[in-house]
């Protein structure tokens, strides 16, 4: 299983779809059974490689992420389906890096 | 508590809008009009809207229109406006009929707003309910009513 302690949901301003996403990510866990991953959310702006294990996006601002070695991008950004399937991928995933959803 | 993040003053029904840039001027005037964030906050959208493409459509029939928290922001407050006719953000977001309006002082402040939003734009018949809004009292009453948290 990926080693996951923390993960950052980013939009363009840090307000709207990130934080949405931070909420469902907490549910979507505590529905997968994981436990102890931090999730916390931000803009575009306030973030480095090194800010989280793992990156959740929705499909607008992903090329911005291109470089990112782990990655999860999301078509629709309010799904719970679609965001629990991508992260029980990301989790599963040996190895470093994490490409779900990216182009 | 989502009392204090939407008025029924701030919710409106409204026949249509010209094109996307008039959606985003509707959707924040409620909130210009009470004093929660200054013209500044809307060329703030407009110039985000520019690098980044409408970001805000989170789903077929809703925009959360928003920029970040800096620009012209005194007060944490949401509005909504529904169109009776759809308004295109782009040739595939092209049928929006909820205007969400947020402006937020910080990061957490409006996280009973958004726990709403989420639960009545994840859900197709909440969805519904609200396009199908005829007064302010209904938009505000689906909010008030979708506070809380589910599991």
């Given at each position: 299983?990926?080693?996951?302690?923390?993960?950052?949901?980013?939009?363009?301003?840090?307000?709207?779809?990130?934080?949405?996403?931070?909420?469902?990510?907490?549910?979507?866990?505590?529905?997968?059974?994981?436990?102890?991953?931090?999730?916390?959310?931000?803009?575009?702006?306030e973030i480095n490689v090194k800010s989280a294990?793992l990156f959740v996006v929705g499909r607008d601002?992903?090329?911005?992420?291109?470089?990112?070695?782990?990655?999860?991008?999301?078509?629709?950004?309010?799904?719970?389906?679609?965001?629990?399937?991508?992260?029980?991928?990301?989790?599963?995933?040996?190895?470093?890096?994490?490409?779900?959803?990216?182009? | 508590?989502?009392?204090?993040?939407?008025?029924?003053?701030?919710?409106?029904?409204?026949?249509?809008?010209?094109?996307?840039?008039?959606?985003?001027?509707?959707?924040?005037?409620?909130?210009?009009a009470d004093g929660c964030c200054t013209d500044?906050?809307?060329?703030?959208?407009?110039?985000?809207?520019?690098?980044?493409?409408?970001?805000?459509?989170?789903?077929?029939?809703?925009?959360?229109?928003?920029?970040?928290?800096?620009?012209?922001?005194?007060?944490?407050?949401?509005?909504?406006?529904?169109?009776?006719?759809?308004?295109?953000?782009?040739?595939?977001?092209?049928?929006?009929?909820?205007?969400?309006?947020?402006?937020?002082?910080?990061?957490?402040?409006?996280?009973?707003?958004?726990?709403?939003?989420?639960?009545?734009?994840?859900?197709?018949?909440?969805?519904?309910?609200?396009?199908?809004?005829?007064?302010?009292?209904?938009?505000?009453?689906?909010?008030?009513?979708?506070?809380?948290?589910?599991?």
């Amino acid at each position: 299983m990926a080693n996951i302690r923390k993960i950052m949901c980013c939009c363009g301003s840090g307000l709207g779809s990130s934080l949405m996403v931070q909420m469902n990510i907490q549910k979507a866990l505590k529905n997968l059974g994981i436990e102890g991953v931090e999730a916390d959310h931000t803009s575009l702006s306030e973030i480095n490689v090194k800010s989280a294990d793992l990156f959740v996006v929705g499909r607008d601002i992903a090329p911005q992420l291109k470089d990112y070695p782990r990655v999860v991008v999301l078509n629709k950004i309010m799904s719970m389906v679609e965001l629990t399937e991508k992260l029980e991928q990301a989790f599963a995933i040996e190895g470093d890096e994490i490409h779900i959803g990216q182009e | 508590m989502i009392q204090d993040l939407i008025k029924v003053e701030n919710c409106v029904v409204r026949e249509s809008v010209a094109d996307w840039k008039e959606a985003i001027h509707a959707a924040l005037e409620p909130l210009v009009a009470d004093g929660c964030c200054t013209d500044a906050y809307e060329q703030a959208v407009l110039k985000m809207t520019e690098d980044y493409g409408p970001y805000y459509v989170l789903t077929d029939h809703m925009a959360l229109i928003h920029a970040s928290s800096e620009a012209g922001v005194s007060k944490t407050q949401l509005a909504c406006t529904v169109l009776k006719q759809p308004v295109a953000f782009t040739e595939e977001k092209n049928d929006v009929r909820v205007l969400v309006a947020l402006c937020a002082v910080d990061h957490s402040s409006h996280m009973d707003g958004i726990v709403a939003v989420s639960n009545i734009f994840s859900d197709d018949s909440k969805e519904g309910q609200i396009m199908d809004s005829t007064t302010p009292q209904e938009i505000y009453d689906l909010f008030i009513s979708n506070a809380e948290v589910v599991d």
